[in-house]
């Protein structure tokens, strides 16, 4: 039973989208496991002028093979009106959507009382302190999860039903506009305006809805091919991540057993996902952050802004001690690097591979309190760079030697395979094979 997870290794934005666009050719469900419309998988094909991109928020990276059936599985938090305006926008593009999209009963609701509760309360941390806000994206993510363990989120399936959701919903608004009012001094939303809006999306969302998880055990026994596309990333983890800045769900690959409902045993394959550098939006613990202008030029090179905010991305160095941590909670069996050729014209390249604690005391292991990490200092190897632009490069043995030695460095470090290489935001720019003598000699 075939299932194969890619996850984000770093703070997210690693290149996830383009890696399961591409596996979705072998695949025949790709389905998304966890967040929201928080997320931004950008997919580029074309050429020149006929150069295309499409940043995906909700729908699974494979909706543009036509072969595939995407799902949205029980453990994402779901916008309505974000998810029409996606389909919409696909649509248009000429691809059909409705036939091959599957939305999970059981997926909470995302509603505006969520973003309006989630600004507030970003406020009141910036208040706090300069740097006390999480620096969320704005989506309504954390205050929808917040109600769903709470007990008391509205669901998919609740949108079936408009006269029980007139209810549930005005009973949810009032209870928010008192925290609105009374605790954050916000304007209250209007009750009536809401519910109207919601009852509305019933007959628009019903094609989509099912019982995911029943779908997809229905796929794996038949044989199907299932690749589960975390958002997010590892580090982001509300577990495992650098609590407090994290986001509210599971990128990790537990969650994708929880947000599918598919048997941990069906995971064949779990891929990280390693942008060749590191990036991290909104606040929070970054070791081998760059400021000043190599920060700059990183940033720039990469195009390192916001997918979904459009936020420049803190950059810096690669970080294996990190990336060490994120392989064994993940048990990765391989790895995916994106993003290399960003770092040609550098003369050398640093890697972390240890940090130095406040006490001067040197690990390798990832630290898990927030403090400890935020005083951690990167101790470094120096690699030798690269002048050559390689996003012609289709195999490693295309490479700079320097390059293939990078490659071959993170590989050591992390005791694991470098399955494939990105080396620019198109579809082709891709190297398969690996770095091994097969691959250098193709
Ligand atoms: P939230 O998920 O909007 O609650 O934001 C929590 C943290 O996760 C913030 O630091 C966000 O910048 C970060 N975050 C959320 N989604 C993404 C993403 O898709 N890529 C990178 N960072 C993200």
């Known amino acids: 039973m075939p299932v194969t997870v890619i996850i984000g290794s770093q703070w997210g934005d690693e290149g996830k989208g383009k890696l399961v666009d591409l596996m979705s050719e072998d695949a025949d469900v790709v389905a998304r496991y966890q967040g929201g419309a928080n997320a931004g998988h950008t997919i580029c094909w074309g050429d020149g002028a006929e150069a295309k991109e499409f940043v995906l928020h909700l729908i699974p990276s494979g909706i543009f093979h036509e072969g595939t059936t995407c799902v949205i599985g029980n453990g994402v938090v779901l916008d309505p009106a974000a998810v029409l305006d996606e389909i919409e926008k696909i649509e248009a593009l000429g691809y059909d959507v409705e036939g091959r999209l599957k939305i999970s009963h059981n997926a909470h609701l995302i509603m505006p009382y969520h973003k309006q509760v989630e600004a507030a309360q970003e406020a009141a941390r910036s208040e ?70 919601y009852v509305a ?98 940033r720039e090179a990469g195009g390192e802004f916001g997918a979904t905010t459009g936020r420049p991305r803190r950059c810096g160095w690669l970080d294996l001690v990190a990336l060490g941590y994120t392989a064994s909670v993940n048990g990765f069996t391989e790895v995916a690097v994106t993003k290399l050729d960003v770092l040609s014209g550098f003369d050398e390249l640093k890697v972390c591979t240890r940090y130095r604690l406040p006490s001067g005391e040197e690990v390798r292991r990832f630290p898990s309190e927030v403090e400890t990490l935020r005083r951690a200092e990167p101790v470094y190897e120096t690699l030798p760079g690269w002048d050559a632009d390689i996003t012609g490069a289709r195999a490693a043995g295309a490479l700079p030697t320097e390059a293939r030695d990078y490659l071959r460095f993170v590989e050591e470090e992390l005791d694991l395979t470098v399955g494939l290489t990105s080396v620019g935001p198109r579809r082709d720019q891709v190297l398969t094979g690996g770095t091994g003598e097969a691959a250098m000699a193709a």
């Open 128 to 197: 706090d302190s300069e740097d006390g806000a999480i620096g969320t994206t704005g989506r309504g993510i954390g205050p929808a999860y917040t109600d769903k363990f709470a007990r008391r989120g509205i669901r998919v399936v609740d949108l079936l039903d408009p006269e029980s959701l007139r209810d549930k919903l005005t009973r949810a608004i009032e209870e928010k506009n008192a925290l609105l009012e009374g605790v954050y001094d916000v304007e209250p939303l209007d009750v009536d305006e809401i519910v109207e809006e």
């Open 201 to 298: 999306f019933d007959e628009q969302i019903d094609p989509y809805v099912t019982d995911t998880s029943q779908y997809l055990t229905r796929a794996l026994s038949s044989g199907q091919r299932v690749l589960a596309e975390g958002a997010q990333g590892s580090l982001l983890d509300v577990d495992f991540g650098t609590y407090p800045f994290v986001t509210s769900s599971h990128p990790t690959a537990g969650g994708c057993c929880t947000g599918l409902g598919v048997p941990p045993t069906a995971v064949e394959r779990a891929v990280g996902v390693v942008k060749a550098y590191s990036t991290r939006v909104g606040n929070g613990p970054f070791v081998t952050e760059l400021h000043g202008e190599m920060g700059e030029r990183l």
